[in-house]
T-cell receptor, first 111, second 115 residues
Framework: DAGVTQSPTHLIKTRGQQVTLRCSPKSGHDTVSWYQQALGQGPQFIFQYYEEEERQRGNFPDRFSGHQFPNYSSELNVNALLLGDSALYLC??????????FGPGTRLTVL | QKEVEQDPGPLSVPEGAIVSLNCTYSNSAFQYFMWYRQYSRKGPELLMYTYSSGNKEDGRFTAQVDKSSKYISLFIRDSQPSDSATYLCAMSANAGGTSYGKLTFGQGTILTVHP
């Protein structure tokens, strides 16, 4: 049984560019949450998707947007990249409100 | 003030030692408490999950929650070099009658267990 998968593994972008990160949830899970983890810090909640709708959002600007597809997979989009957006982006999946399981993350570097 | 405070360490102990990791929190709405382990350049892995106050044991790991003091702990007995990782506490509130919602994490404690 495949766990949570994310792509790509690493990504390098320049300031002002846009990026799309992808996540496939664990089999049987219907809820996807996204987190940003800066170096040396704990993950920070970006938003959560359930039934293709954004259900809850953390303290992140509108440059961060997302989408959930009918097969429960999800994308995270970040526009107008800033140097401060460099981080590990984590996707977590769960079945409704149950325990969240994390993927390996996508490491984004903004130059 | 951060909602969840965790001593970042680093913590270095000899193999076989008992390790104590702690977090304090300020939001009394938190009902669900978790400990995750994160190896270098990997995603967090769930270790322990507890609801409300009390103790929960799983092998060498014991999670403790004291809601009256807003304090949670993770104890690792007979620590092994393979336990070397960053340990993250996480919490969530009960929103709208369900347990869905965001996890609020501590900063993480870096643990090294040396042979």
């Amino acid at each position: 049984d495949a766990g949570v998968t994310q792509s790509p593994t690493h990504l390098i972008k320049t300031r002002g560019q846009q990026v799309t990160l992808r996540c496939s949830p664990k089999s049987g899970h219907d809820t996807v949450s996204w987190y940003q983890q800066a170096l040396g810090q704990g993950p920070q909640f970006i938003f959560q998707y359930y039934e293709e709708e954004e259900r809850q959002r953390g303290n992140f600007p509108d440059r961060f947007s997302g989408h959930q597809f009918p097969n429960y997979s999800s994308e995270l989009n970040v526009n107008a990249l800033l140097l401060g957006d460099s981080a590990l982006y984590l996707c977590a999946s769960s079945l409704g409100g149950d325990t969240q399981y994390f993927g390996p993350g996508t490491r984004l570097t903004v130059l | 003030q951060k909602e969840v405070e965790q001593d970042p360490g680093p913590l270095s102990v000899p193999e076989g030692a008992i390790v104590s990791l702690n977090c304090t929190y300020s939001n009394s709405a938190f009902q669900y408490f978790m400990w995750y382990r994160q190896y270098s350049r990997k995603g967090p892995e769930l270790l322990m999950y507890t609801y409300s106050s009390g103790n929960k044991e799983d092998g060498r790991f014991t999670a403790q929650v004291d809601k009256s003091s807003k304090y949670i702990s993770l104890f690792i007995r007979d620590s092994q070099p393979s336990d070397s990782a960053t340990y993250l506490c996480a919490m969530s509130a009960n929103a709208g009658g369900t347990s869905y919602g965001k996890l609020t994490f501590g900063q993480g404690t870096i643990l090294t267990v040396h042979p």
